[in-house]
């Protein structure tokens, strides 16, 4: 009764806030192809997750029938929130089924006790960022954390009764479907299923026959994947799993490496198994908990369940149910060495890299999770120490405590209510491109967003979108025929002169060449150097993608580009305004949404340093509205990056500018439109004196260039101080003779 009350309790908690701060929108990483995929039953990327695939496609399409009011993204997030809410009320039951299990050394249990340290633990596992974040949104996560809780609640229900073949069906069952869904836990079913197999009182042959049956059943989830890419054949899905040998190398992830989380810098982990670890221990304790003394409850709890003290025991029935706590205890305890020897072994991902970190971090709250039930247990264990009239009392005081000090520490950072940033990236990418344009993206967070605005909710389908990442796979050969009207020169994209390009691969040039008439927009670099398409073509800035164009000796007009690129840029402004950027105080660098920003201030730039650079190589009679425009711009930039403050190439450009602004024989300095909202800018000088203005602008800029050592570098750095050290002298000069 109790432990069901503790599972009930923590689940419709969890569930009530994790509703209130989801997003309606879509969120970054995986999360917009995953949902794109599931819209349209197609094959996400490697290992395909056909579990999550059939769910995102159940839920989309009831709500595409009854609650049309609700965006795609917006129900898969509840769903997800779901998953999350019930994986942590699983922790409370778990919890309780081990600390009830585990008696007292007077023999005096405290069910209150008992009940306040499961449901403290499951809320705790609830209100911590990491898992806070992803049981809220729309990855494969929540129900990842849904299969772990899962399969160690059934391991305690296995160790309390070891004969019941009911209980090892249901536990292998959820161990192959949890495969289906994320391979990770893969590092829980390996200990789980070899202690089952070690002690299981069923005889071994019927053990083993109903555990592979079981297990079997489970994973066959992913016949699902060949029978789908059949039926429901689209431009965007990946891989070639009609084939024995295109399931297995998706399945096995061969496009990334197998037993790999990137296929970027050779393969090469950059840290080894105890580094990583010794990050997951310091993001844990000061992270993940409320405060870093509850660490010690962690302690308690695996020192509880490794004692061999001996203790109190009633009857043959209290003696079976306190080994049974012991013993899933200890199994959790094996499974978090294995899972960080296993997989801080194998990770390969940077963490030097705040996103790579951040990715890496993802895989944390499997080992999360059975952590927080060691601390449930180690406050158990601690309340046995104290009297039985104050622990009934006291206790439960504190244990309600520290969730909601958990809750008030991370509330801010996990409220994603307000969160549109995804939604208004790719929206402000789709809407700037021209009717049956073809977009090639050659980054995640852009691919993942633009798809699922098309996939799912229909925004600009007109626009044809390939992963170039996707194109370099030998496999997209198969793909080719889905996206009409494209000539694609060969089998995939690679680089020239190789073996792949002789074997029927084609370059990025190639594939331009064979596709004249569309007009073609990246975003993202190329997967490989070209230097013939260096040659033949350049990449015009163009919102916050690029135009791709025939290189041209002739210049174009100045005011002709920058006119149209603003009327681009009051469409990115709509959906990305510059007040609503992601803060970098609730989004660092470890989170996508701080990318977004980063995009859009490195187009900014872009644009303002190309309308300064055409502006300077045409015709001067109509240039000072491009370079006023493209110094107002850039101090734009500033004010949304500090960073950039302290850039020598910005600091130039700047410079270069306000020095063609002075030079300038115009009578009247042009309005530059703020189309920036309220930000602080230098769209306008304040003062009559606008050439006066300009120098002091001037001056500024090159000073402060000249004064940063790394400006050394730059290869107009002497042309630069050459002018600056003239023109002060000058300047100098006539202040004395005055």
């Known amino acids: 009764m109790n432990c069901s009350f503790a599972f009930f309790t923590t689940t419709a908690i969890a569930l009530a806030v994790y509703l209130q701060t989801r997003s309606d929108s879509i969120a970054g990483g995986d999360a917009g192809e995953l949902v794109a995929e599931g819209c349209k039953l197609g094959i996400a990327h490697p290992p395909g997750y056909p579990l999550y695939t059939v769910i995102v496609y159940i839920v989309t399409t009831f709500g595409k029938h009854f609650l049309q009011n609700y965006s795609p993204a917006s129900l898969v997030n509840a769903t997800s929130c779901l998953f999350g809410s019930i994986a942590s009320g699983l922790v409370a039951a778990t919890v309780h089924e081990i600390v009830t299990n585990l008696r007292r050394e007077d ?6 006790v008992q009940l306040s340290s499961s449901i403290t633990a499951g809320l705790m596992c609830s209100f911590s960022p990491l898992l806070w974040q992803y049981n809220t949104s729309a990855e494969v996560f929540a129900l990842h954390n849904l299969f772990v809780a899962s399969i160690v609640y059934a391991l305690t229900k296995y160790n309390q009764k070891k004969h019941s073949p009911r209980v090892i069906v249901i536990g292998a069952y959820l161990c192959g479907l949890s495969l289906t869904n994320q391979h990770t836990a893969i590092l829980l079913v390996v200990p789980v299923v070899a202690w089952v197999l070690f002690s299981s009182t069923i005889e071994k042959k019927k053990l083993i026959t109903l555990s592979f049956v079981s ?16 039926m429901y054949p689209h431009a965007g899905s990946w891989g070639n799993v009609k084939t024995v040998s295109g399931f297995f190398h998706h399945f096995l992830r061969k496009d990334y490496g197998t037993m790999q989380l990137w296929s970027g810098g050779g393969g090469k982990a950059t840290e080894d198994m105890i580094t990583r670890t010794f990050s997951w221990v310091t993001d844990f304790t000061l992270h993940q908990l409320c405060h870093p003394t509850l660490l010690l409850f962690l302690v308690l709890g695996c020192t509880s369940v490794c004692s061999t003290k001996k203790r109190i025991k009633r009857n043959a029935m209290s003696r079976k149910m306190d080994h049974s706590g012991i013993a899933t205890g200890r199994v959790i305890i094996a499974s978090l060495t294995f899972y960080f020897i ?3 072994s194998l990770s390969n991902l940077p963490l030097s890299n705040p996103l790579l970190y951040g990715v890496h971090q993802r895989f944390w709250m499997h080992p999360n999770i059975l952590c927080f039930i060691l601390i449930g247990v180690g ?5 046995k120490v104290l009297p039985t009239t104050i622990a009934a009392r006291i206790v439960p005081i504190f244990m309600v405590a520290i969730p909601l000090l958990t809750y008030g520490r991370n509330f801010e950072a996990s409220d994603q209510s307000e969160n549109q940033v995804f939604r208004g990236y790719a929206s402000s990418i789709l809407e700037t491109l021209p009717p049956k344009s073809l977009l090639l993206i050659n980054y995640d967070m852009t691919f993942t967003s633009v798809r699922y605005m098309q996939e799912c909710e229909g925004f ?3 626009v044809q979108t390939i992963n170039l990442s996707m194109m370099t796979y030998p496999w997209f050969q198969e793909k080719q025929q889905l996206h009409q009207g494209l000539n694609f020169p060969g089998s995939h994209y690679t680089r020239g002169n190789t073996v792949a390009w002789l074997n029927g691969g084609f370059t990025f040039a190639e594939f331009i060449d064979a596709n004249p008439d569309y007009n073609i927009y990246i975003a993202g670099r190329l997967s490989h150097d070209d230097p013939a398409f260096v040659e033949r073509y350049e990449e015009k800035p163009h919102g916050l993608v690029r135009h791709i164009t025939r290189r041209s000796d002739t210049i174009e007009p100045t005011e002709v580009y920058r006119n149209s690129s603003l009327h681009l840029w009051k469409s990115v402004t709509k959906h990305l305004p510059p007040q609503k950027l992601p803060s970098e105080t609730k989004y660092p660098e470890s989170t996508w949404e701080w990318t977004v920003k980063k995009e859009f201030v490195d187009h900014l730039v872009s644009r303002s340093t190309y309308v300064l650079d055409i502006a300077l190589r045409g015709p001067q009679t109509q240039a000072l509205p491009s370079i006023a425009e493209a110094a107002a ?3 734009v930039a500033i004010s949304l990056d500090e960073k950039l403050d302290s850039s020598p190439s ?4 700047l410079g270069l500018a306000y020095m063609n602004i002075v030079r300038s024989d115009q009578s009247h300095f042009p309005i530059v439109e703020n189309i920036f909202g309220s930000i602080s800018n230098q769209t306008r000088p304040n003062v009559k004196d606008w050439k006066a203005w300009a120098t002091r602008q001037w001056q ?12 050394r570098e730059e290869a107009d750095y002497m042309s630069v101080k050459q002018i600056f050290e003239t023109v002060m002298k000058s300047s100098q000069s006539r202040s004395n003779r005055k």
């Open 342 to 344: 296993v997989f801080h």
């Open 633 to 635: 711009w850039l101090e």
């Open 700 to 711: 500024r800029s090159w000073g402060e260039f000249l004064d940063m050592s790394s400006a």
């Open 650 to 653: 910005m600091k130039k450009n």
């Open 460 to 462: 600009r389908d007109d």
């Open 107 to 112: 023999g005096k249990d405290l069910p209150i």
């Open 215 to 230: 297990f079997a059943t489970g994973i066959s989830c992913y016949c699902l994947l060949p029978f789908l890419d059949s």
């Open 379 to 383: 406050f158990n264990t601690a309340a």
